[in-house]
């Protein structure tokens, strides 16, 4: 059974940096894509960026580029989200999720993941 665990959220002020954490168990990813999306109430959920397990490749959305990166420890099996320069409007529940596809495409859409955890908080206070 594959399971995500997502831990590392939190309350934290603006300007502040937080490190997010996602657990794999179950099995590896290592053909395919993990990433982190975030959703708010009444909004969809929307990718932070992805990254290929094999060699580190990542893309970011535009809104968190600069301040955020992503990256894994395979010995870990562990995908982790390093937040800076965090803001009010990074305020939201953090997911990470992971496909086995080498596809590269559609991977900004939360359809193409097979496997979810079940969120973080992290709020940013201003």
């Known amino acids: 059974q594959v399971q995500l665990v997502e831990s590392g959220g939190g309350l934290v002020q603006a300007g502040g940096s937080l490190r997010l954490s996602c657990a794999v168990s179950?099995?590896?990813?290592?053909?395919?894509?993990m990433a982190w999306f975030r959703q708010v109430p009444g909004k969809e959920r929307e990718v932070v960026g992805f990254?290929?397990?094999?060699?580190?490749?990542?893309v970011y959305a535009d809104s968190v580029k600069g301040r955020f990166s992503i990256s894994r420890d395979s010995a870990k099996n562990t995908l982790y989200l390093q937040m800076s320069s965090l803001e009010p409007e990074d305020t939201a529940v953090y997911y990470c999720?992971?496909?086995?596809?080498?596809?590269?495409?559609?991977?900004?859409?939360?359809?193409?993941?097979?496997?979810w955890g079940q969120g973080t908080q992290v709020t940013v206070s201003s």
């Open positions: 990254l290929r397990w094999t060699n580190g490749y990542r």
């Open positions: 999720a992971a496909t086995p596809r080498s596809n590269i495409y559609g991977l900004s859409s939360r359809n193409v993941y097979d496997y």
């Open positions: 179950g099995r590896t990813f290592n053909t395919g894509f």
